[in-house]
């Protein structure tokens, strides 16, 4: 007679018991149960950049990972940075970001939250994470201006920001004339499509900076200023300090462009 082996339990059966033993262990846990309200708290004020108050969300959630794991909640605050982190990425999805860009975004999140948080600077690292979120966001949103070709050309630049991006090709991409794309931009956004390249440039340069060891004559050429004089003066004009300086001191807040229909507010 063989011998008939027995199956191991199964990895659905070993999570089934885990989960009734995990609903025994919440059971002795108050506040636990608002975990999932204030979440959709926090992701509807990181999604309409509501930096201040998603913060405090953050704040709120780590309070609560903290009553559940005690000495082991700096290990769920990590896990749960990371799960955030996936969860803004498709919301970049959402918001018409290539997936290769919303891709991207989750593997640097990760990758800082795996090898650069540090256990005793958690909360500021939350803190930095929620500005990382909004400021990604509020550079990839998708623009409300009231003219439609205007709303895809701001989202090709923003696709296309690291190449080589002229008036010329940006029209020829549209299969419009260079004289009316200027016009229809300048009587929507109030500036020219050429300062709206360059304020772009600006705002994207500004995270490798403050974020990167890239050489700032690298960035330079990366977003594609003619050389590095000219980058600093570009810089300089829209955020009032030069590169080095935004990099060096660490206090100057980023610079951003608002972004208004100026055609329906002069109407």
Known sequence: MGYIMQPQQSIAGTISKRYFQEIDNI?????????????????FEIYHLEEAKAKESLRALIDILSIRFGKQMIKAVRQYFVILSSIVARKLLDNQVPPKKAFAFNLACTDMIENKMKDAEFLQFADDLIEFYVYFIADRKQPTFSHQTVNKVIMHINDELETDLTVENIANNFHISTSHLSRIFREHVGITLVEYLNVRRVEESQYYLRHTNKSITS????????NQSYFTRIFKKYTGVTPKHFRDELHHEFYRFEMTDNKLENA
């Open 219 to 226: 960035i330079s050429d990366q977003f594609h200023f003619c």
């Open 27 to 43: 059971n002795q846990y108050d506040g636990v149960e608002d975990f999932f309200t204030v979440e959709s708290r926090l992701l």
